[in-house]
């Protein structure tokens, strides 16, 4: 029970802190219009095989649309780097 409470307290900080940054940067959006907008950028794990009979794992993110691109932007928000390659 105490991790409910406590994911459920994170997760309204969360909120707190877009609706907030929101007032600052883009003051006509909702949290939730954003996220929704946001939600359609993805994490994936593109998997290779190699020669020696292991995989290649390549975590990568979608290619965020322009207007998604925009929305980071006003946000002052970046995605993370893609990360390396890894066995």
């Known amino acids: 029970m105490e991790a409910h409470v406590f994911a ?4 309204y900080c969360l909120l707190v802190t877009l ?5 600052a940067y883009a003051p006509g959006l909702t949290p939730k219009a954003v996220l ?7 994490r994936i794990d593109v998997w290779f095989p190699t020669t020696d009979n ?3 794992v390549m975590p990568r993110y979608t290619e965020p ?3 998604q691109v925009i929305l980071l932007h006003t946000l002052k928000l970046s995605l993370p780097p893609q990360t390396p390659p890894k066995d």
């Open 8 to 11: 459920a307290f994170l997760g």
């Open 19 to 23: 609706k907030s940054r929101l007032a």
């Open 36 to 42: 929704e907008k946001l939600a359609k950028i993805q």
């Open 54 to 56: 292991r995989h290649l």
């Open 65 to 67: 649309e322009p207007d």
